[in-house]
């Protein structure tokens, strides 16, 4: 796809960083959120980072666009805050207002790195910015979504396999511990003295449904 000026929808955007990141690239970027709070943050972010980012408020069900107004439209960690039969209805509108591509992402909720990330960003985040949809969690099947809103799916997979420096026992099961002891193996017998490199070569190692089951998210981008 080659757009000379992109249009970008962030949908449930939260602090819209990575549109604010996008629109140093040439994006002409959006971020939608039904939090007052979230948006007032992401323009105080985007002020602060001396960016720009349109914002607009509504609800991921009836979204504030007219049909195919962006080329490309998003959303990093909203669809497991929504009951199933909410999920396929903002996959809809996300197709609605989309022309071209779609990519979604959620996190892997039984993965020990999100359960361990998860812990420490609640300890720090104000209380003002938390709103009550975030406390509740969902399992989000992205395939059968996309197949409900018409999509073709164009690639799948998971990111961020190599845990954080340290997983509280708590978060391991029998199954995730083994896991993650091949991989710190894996690593120490691959080690190139680069970290990325290592990285890389033991996420190639992984099958695509230990990707899926211990890796930190899931995605699929996806075509109308």
């Known amino acids: 796809m080659r757009v000379d000026h992109p249009c970008l929808l962030e ?3 939260g602090t819209a960083l990575t549109s604010q990141i996008l629109g140093e690239f040439g994006w002409r970027t959006t ?3 039904v939090a007052t709070c979230a948006l007032k943050f992401a323009r105080e972010l985007a002020s602060d980072l001396g960016r720009r980012i349109d914002t607009a408020i509504g609800s991921t069900l009836t979204l ?3 049909n195919d107004t962006f080329d490309v439209t998003f959303s990093l960690g909203m669809l497991e805050h929504q009951p199933p039969d909410r999920q396929a209805v903002a996959v809809c509108e996300m197709a609605r207002v989309t022309k071209h591509l779609m990519v979604l992402s959620v996190p892997n909720l039984d993965s ?3 359960k361990a990330m998860e812990e420490g960003e609640w300890s720090q985040v104000s209380e003002d910015l938390v709103y009550p949809e975030e406390s509740t969690l969902y399992s989000v099947d992205l395939h059968n979504l996309a197949a409900f809103a018409n999509l073709k799916i164009g690639e799948s ?3 961020h396999i190599v845990p954080p420096r340290r997983i509280e026992k708590r978060h391991l099961s029998i199954d995730s511990d083994a896991f993650f002891r091949r991989v710190i193996d894996s690593a120490l017998k691959s080690w190139s ?3 990325m490199e290592t990285w890389i070569h033991i996420e190639r190692q992984c099958s ?3 990707r899926r089951r211990f890796g930190w998210f899931s995605y699929i981008v996806c075509w109308k």
Do not use: E, M, R
């Open 157 to 159: 997979a998971a990111l």
């Open 112 to 114: 020990p790195i999100y």
């Open 208 to 210: 695509l449904n230990d």
């Open 31 to 33: 971020g939608v959120d």
């Open 193 to 195: 003295g680069n970290t």
């Open 64 to 66: 504030p666009f007219a």
């Open 11 to 13: 949908v449930g955007c």
